[in-house]
């Protein structure tokens, strides 16, 4: 049973950098036939995509509304997900789920219904 547990820091001010964690147990993080990927949830909003790395963890995706702002890693060694997030912005703030993908999808993947394990969440609020 793959199990996904966020955490990183809750509040930020416009325009300032946090970084999430997901730390993954009851799967390896190399698995050759899943990929991960971080998607989002903002108040009275649907969840969103917001990025996906490969098996390998040599591809990745991202959404138009963060490219070039975020940065999906891994650490296989930690067996863990990152989320480097700079020049938030208010419309960032969401609850943010890491997901591990249903076998077979192992290139990533935009769509939601694609992946098949989820964390909690946890919260990020941007505001000043």
């Known amino acids: 049973q793959v199990q996904l547990q966020e955490s990183g820091p809750g509040l930020v001010k416009p325009s300032q950098t946090l970084s999430l964690t997901c730390t993954v147990s009851?799967?390896?993080?190399?698995?050759?036939?899943?990929?991960w990927s971080w998607v989002r949830q903002a108040p009275g909003k649907e969840r969103e995509f917001v990025a996906s790395?490969?098996?390998?963890?040599?591809?990745?995706l991202y959404s138009d509304s963060v490219k070039g702002r975020f940065t999906i890693s891994r650490d296989n060694a930690k067996n863990a997900l990152y989320l480097q997030m700079n020049s938030l912005k208010p419309e960032d703030t969401a609850v943010y789920y890491c997901?591990?993908?249903?076998?077979?999808?192992?290139?990533?993947?935009?769509?939601?219904?694609?992946?098949?394990?989820w964390g909690h969440g946890t919260q990020v609020t941007v505001s000043s």
């Open positions: 997901a591990a993908s249903r076998e077979g999808y192992y290139s990533g993947s935009k769509h939601l219904e694609d992946y098949g394990h």
């Open positions: 009851g799967a390896s993080i190399t698995d050759n036939y899943r990929s």
């Open positions: 790395i490969s098996r390998r963890g040599d591809s990745t």
